[in-house]
């Protein structure tokens, strides 16, 4: 007991060194473990619980509920560390709430990728992960975590899953030869004028205007033409919808025939015996996401739930409840058949098949960018 | 007998609470429309006019302020005119259970925003009620496209401040002494007489306070055009939400807030004129 | 009385107009409401017509939806926290506003209803960045606060309207008799002030049940609010269950309205016998 106590409190006083938590908060610790030194007292359980809850937030529905489902009620029961949850709609705005909290309000992040983790790091949010702490990172695809390392050589994050925003279009009126042969063209097809979907994202919109001008989207030369083909696309549309929600009611519906679209939402339509085709025209945009471990997090907790979460067999469990691939390397990890189907997955484990957002390029043109996008989206 | 200090006293927790949450921080975000944009998310403190000057030289913003109250002027006129029936039927009305009628006008109230302005997809989209029942019928082939228009966003925006607006001139129509009515009537007023000269202009404070707070918020609103709306519907709100939460541009979005707060102070510095008028007429009445 | 106001002819058909036109309305205001019930129970992953069957999937999935039931515990108690403060300082606000004549007294009325006019973005964005810039956490009580400011213009405006509509010669008869400022205020003016006053707390309560863009600001880490709740449902689950959870929030937020209405009602009735004091003097 007694050791117990003072291994609790050199742990605090640890985590006080490094910032972790107020002093305020310190000191009452440290009085309340001090108080009950010896005595197995209820103050004790609170001191014991400051150290260990982690505080995820993650995007909500179906993805989350696969992730606290196969991932943190198995973690909460082999380690007795509660995850504390909370939701985001816009990754945006919880970057803009992490701005205005203190380092340990939010700790661990389901994030986008590396667009968004560009964002933490010039934010100064991101944080260094002990990846000794992490075997399970091991068996995770180099080809993801290197766009990570270029931006930070020490991992604030680790690459969870991945996916394409390709083509999703109605096969009761576009077939599969069309579509392959029109690809991102069906995006600002006059003959769907009216039944056109996108989603209402710079990147996005963006990224399929310049594949259909014909530019690397990660080099565009003419940006004018990129505009000029995304208002194009914009005045055809019906709408550009904002959530995966929105999408898959747009295309069950079949008010739209064509749109860009999450492979995973897609999938899920599929298995709900709609009509709907996918396809990931060349150079379709892939994006992985990944869990990203804030500055100010009690590191050893995050680093053990990561390493959790890492497991294959919770891996592939969240996976397949959420519909995108893990970022597990299919040479070193035996997947299941239901994950080998799924839009986008990459059975080389090269990712090469994949193109990725250049995330420095894209970071130095964010701001004009999104700036020139709200304005077109507004109609301007 | 009105001692001042005794009404400092009674106004005080809520000038506080004025003072830190509402002035306090519009202040702050005052500052910030000086301060300059570095990057998403990122600004310094170089003090700097870059904001102000692009929103005064940009048509863009222009547009869509002017775009906004109109929206919001239409929103509440229309409200105005729907809102009143059903007030004055709820108050004249001889149906015992006249309460039940007011509780049925305050329910859709009750219901969360975002779930009553997201059901209007039920009833205006493609697959919804009015396009399944006509094409049904036969009267039309296509569907029509009402959802993701104007008239959806000003649907939507009706729909959620006509319960406010009733609820105002109820309560204004409320406090009419109905004696005043009835001598107007044995006076020899016919009923419209006495609807003109006696319940209209007592009913008026409760029809402004709803008309102003009808515009304000339709004024200020930017989840309705995000959900019902296309992009070009958006308003001035959707404006600073864009600013803010998607170009994480502080700076020119407070710079948008500011002015919206502004503009919209203006019609309340009306309104306030307006009222303290109403208020004579009031004390004629009594 | 009633026969007053629609008495002859073209009363009589002005009051038809305005029977038509109250129908209207509350066909407007329940249409996309009973749509919303209706699909709730249909068995298709998605909410459009027409019906593919009636399942009760939704709602057994919601109940099991332990986030959704923390969120409606904490919004419920948040809104009746600031129902009950807002009412009180709202109505004695009012009170002051138009009973007193002290200096500012017309600033502070145009002040009290500028958290109305505030787009709540900027009222969000900037209690946060004031709450950073003095190193606060945010907390619950920063949240009901903010609510309570919300609320506030409302209340004060209803129980401003109400009062203004109260003549002063009740209450200087009973001060001329004696009574005292808070006997007065207590025996003459709440009585007649009492629907106002209902009418206030249940807004306020709505307006902080269903507050959606202030609470995402304020929110204090790891708090979800039934509205914060909902919209990143909307944003990324599947409409049925929404509108299932519309549903079950209809049949319970029914209920304190109920109790409200019937608290009007009686009040209404106290009211008239005031009304008739009214007309003997």
């Keep these: 007991m007694k050791i117990s106590t003072t291994k609790r409190l050199e742990r605090l006083q640890e985590r006080h060194a490094n910032g972790d938590i107020s002093r305020r908060t310190f000191l009452t610790l440290t009085a309340a473990a001090a108080t009950t030194a010896g005595l197995n007292m209820p103050w004790m359980g609170r001191a014991l619980a400051a150290t260990t809850d982690v505080r995820f937030d993650g995007w909500g529905g179906v993805v989350q509920e696969a992730i606290d489902k196969y991932a943190f009620q198995p973690y909460t029961a082999k380690t007795g560390n509660k995850v504390v949850q909370g939701t985001f709609g816009d990754e945006n705005e919880i970057i803009t709430k992490i701005k205005t909290s203190k380092p340990g309000d939010f700790q661990v992040i389901h994030s986008s990728g590396v667009n968004y983790y560009i964002k933490y790091v010039n934010a100064g949010a991101t944080s260094e992960l002990n990846e000794a702490n992490i075997p399970n990172l091991a068996n995770v695809l180099q080809p993801m975590i290197e766009p990570f390392r270029k931006l930070t050589p020490k991992l604030s994050a680790v690459p969870y899953d991945y996916g394409t925003t390709g083509l999703a279009y109605n096969t009761t009126v576009i077939s599969p030869e069309e579509a392959k042969e029109k690809g991102a063209a069906m995006l600002a097809d006059k003959k769907y004028a009216g039944k056109i979907g996108g989603y209402a994202d710079m990147t996005t919109r963006v990224w399929y205007a310049a594949l259909d001008t014909g530019q690397d989207p990660n080099n565009i030369q003419d940006m004018d033409a990129v505009w000029a083909k995304v208002r194009e696309t914009r005045d055809l549309a019906k709408k550009f919808w904002s959530s995966g929600a929105e999408l898959m009611d747009l295309l069950s519906k079949g008010e739209i025939v064509v749109t860009d679209a999450w492979s995973g939402r897609v999938a899920a339509l599929q298995q709900q015996g709609h009509p709907i085709g996918y396809l990931d025209p060349s150079g379709s945009y892939a994006w992985m996401e990944d869990m990203l471990v804030l500055k100010g997090s009690p590191m050893a907790e995050c680093e053990e739930l990561l390493n959790f979460m890492l497991d294959p067999a919770t891996s592939i469990a969240v996976a397949e409840g959420q519909n995108y691939p893990p970022s597990l390397d299919p040479t070193k990890v035996k997947l299941t058949e239901k994950i080998e189907k799924l839009p986008a997955f990459d059975p080389t484990g090269q990712m090469k098949a994949l193109t990725f957002a250049d995330p420095i390029y894209w970071a130095d043109n964010e701001d004009a960018w999104q700036k020139q996008w709200d304005r077109i989206s507004k109609g301007a | 007998m009105y001692d001042p200090r005794l009404a400092w006293m009674l106004v005080a927790p809520v000038l506080l609470l004025l003072i830190f949450f509402l002035l306090l921080p519009i202040a702050v975000m005052l500052v910030y429309t000086f301060f300059t944009f570095v990057t998403a998310g990122v600004e310094s403190a170089t003090v700097t006019l870059a904001n102000w000057h692009e929103f005064l030289t940009d048509g863009y913003y222009h547009g869509f302020l002017l775009k906004t109250l109109r929206v919001g002027g239409m929103t509440a006129i229309i409200c105005g005119i729907l809102g009143y029936f059903p007030a004055y039927f709820i108050w004249a009305t001889t149906f015992k259970h006249k309460w039940l009628l007011l509780l049925l006008l305050i329910v859709p109230f009750w219901i969360s925003f975002t779930i009553r302005t997201f059901s209007w997809i039920h009833i205006l989209g493609e697959q919804g009620l009015i396009n399944v029942t006509l094409l049904k019928l036969g009267l039309i082939q296509e569907p029509l496209q009402m959802l993701y228009t104007e008239g959806a966003v000003i649907m939507g925006l009706l729909h959620f401040l006509l319960p406010y607006m009733i609820l105002n001139v109820y309560v204004s129509l409320e406090s009419i002494d109905r004696t005043l009515i009835s001598a107007a009537r044995s006076m020899g007023c016919t009923s419209a007489q006495a609807f003109r000269e006696v319940t209209l202009p007592l009913s008026l404070p409760g029809l402004a306070a709803g008309l102003m707070l009808c515009f304000v918020l339709a004024a200020g609103s930017y989840v309705t055009p995000q959900l019902l709306g296309s992009g070009r519907d958006a308003l001035f709100g959707n404006l600073i939400y864009d600013t803010i939460m998607g170009q994480l541009n502080w700076p020119m979005g407070a710079t948008l807030s500011i002015v919206l707060f502004m503009v919209l102070g203006c019609f309340a510095a009306v309104y306030t004129r307006y009222m303290s008028m109403s208020q004579i007429v009031k004390g004629l009445g009594g | ?281």
């Design chain 3, 1 to 281: 009385m009633t026969a007053a106001t629609h008495g002859d002819r073209e009363g009589k058909w002005a009051w038809r107009l305005t029977g038509f036109m109250t129908i209207c309305v509350y066909i407007f205001m329940f249409a996309p409401i009973v749509a919303t019930v209706v699909l709730s129970f249909n068995s298709s992953m998605f909410g459009g017509f027409p019906m593919t069957g009636f399942s009760l999937q939704w709602y057994a999935k919601l109940l099991q939806n332990e986030q959704v039931l923390q969120a409606f515990r904490t919004s419920l108690w948040i809104a009746l926290v600031t129902a009950g403060v807002t009412t009180i300082i709202g109505v004695i606000t009012a009170y002051a506003l138009t009973r007193f004549e002290f200096n500012g007294k017309q600033i502070l009325g145009t002040l009290v209803i500028l958290p109305a006019l505030v787009p709540e973005t900027i009222l969000g964005v900037g209690l946060l960045v004031m709450i950073k810039a003095v190193d606060q956490p945010r907390t619950l009580w920063i949240l009901i606060l903010g609510h309570i400011l919300l609320a506030v213009p409302y209340v004060v405006l209803v129980a401003q309207a109400r009062l203004v509509g109260i003549r002063r010669v009740y209450e200087e008869a009973a001060l001329s008799l004696g009574a005292s400022r808070a006997a007065t205020f207590r025996e003459v003016i709440l009585p007649l002030l009492l629907p106002a006053v209902v009418a206030g707390a249940l807004l306020a309560f709505t307006i902080s049940f269903d507050n959606t863009s202030a609470s995402l600001f304020w929110r204090p880490a790891g708090v979800e609010t039934m509205p914060t709740q909902i919209l990143s449902m909307l944003k990324i689950s599947i409409s049925p269950e929404i509108n299932a959870l519309g549903t079950v929030m209809i049949l319970v937020t029914v209920g304190i309205p109920l109790l409200g209405g019937l608290l009007l009602q009686g009040l209404t009735r106290l009211r008239r016998r005031g009304n008739s004091t009214e007309v003997e003097q």
